[in-house]
């Protein structure tokens, strides 16, 4: 599975981005998805995940402000950020996880991930 993002750019508070992510490859084996974001001297956090079924998760920092989604006729994960915040500033990557024995033989979960993309909000 390959991930290109899309969508980054800077930005000022309160403003709106929707970063955007086209899977290609064995993307019929893909369960869940998400969004990940590593600002610079911090780790790397979960800010929103999505199943094959729809169910989403969201980090308690984006609630009410990210949405999440995934259109599975073309492959491809969305991150809608509204209101954004300087502390949002961070190099957005997603990731598919894929099912076992699907593809090839491996007998596990495996995690592929995109090159990242880099978003900077400014106050």
């Known amino acids: 599975v390959q991930l290109v993002e899309s969508g980054g750019g800077l930005v000022q508070a309160g403003d709106s981005l929707r970063l955007s992510c086209a899977a290609s490859?064995?993307?019929?084996?893909?369960?869940?998805m998400g969004w990940y974001r590593q600002a610079p001297g911090k780790e790397r956090e979960l800010v929103a995940s999505?199943?094959?079924?729809?169910?989403?998760n969201y980090a308690d920092s984006v609630k009410g402000r990210f949405t999440i989604s995934r259109d599975n006729a073309n492959n491809t994960l969305y991150l809608q950020m509204n209101s954004l915040e300087p502390e949002d500033t961070a190099v957005y990557s997603c990731?598919?996880?894929?099912?076992?024995?699907?593809?090839?033989?491996?007998?596990?979960?495996?995690?592929?991930w995109g090159q990242g993309t880099l978003v900077a909000v400014s106050s």
């Open positions: 999505i199943t094959s079924a729809g169910k989403t």
């Open positions: 990731d598919a996880i894929t099912r076992p024995f699907c593809g090839g033989p491996q007998d596990r979960y495996l995690a592929f």
């Open positions: 490859g064995d993307t019929n084996c893909i369960s869940a």
